[in-house]
């Protein structure tokens, strides 16, 4: 079965940390969809090296082994979570626009470390 998360905006940081521990040798796409441009893939599987969120700058910086791509002023972030893990993060923009990162294969993302003394 799969499920739909929406992460909160206080935990992207932390959420991308754990994410991008859990990578390794991962494959993605990210595929892009605005009124304007319809749908495009602008990276189709390539290994995915991590995702961070940059506060100071509202920005998503998802780097590939080849490549960067940069993601500005997120509004919200949704994960499709399947039983072997995350599947997919969707982002929606402050445009109106969505890209989404598909992972080949579901990623078990670690636990929460649970509150800090």
């Known amino acids: 079965m799969t499920s739909l998360m929406n992460v909160a905006k206080p935990e992207w940081r932390e959420f991308f940390e754990r994410f991008s521990s859990a990578l390794s040798g991962s494959q993605a796409e990210v595929e892009v969809a605005s009124l304007d441009l319809g749908d495009q893939i602008v990276a189709e599987w390539i290994p995915l ?35 072997e893990g995350v599947s997919s993060v969707a982002i929606a923009l402050r445009d109106g626009s969505r890209q989404v990162i598909r992972l080949k294969q579901p990623l078990m993302v670690p636990a929460t470390a649970g509150p800090r003394a």
């Open 49 to 83: 090296q991590g995702i961070t969120y940059d506060t100071a700058d509202d920005l998503l910086d998802v780097s590939f082994d080849r490549l960067t791509h940069l993601i500005r002023h997120p509004r919200d972030i949704v994960i499709e979570e399947r039983p």
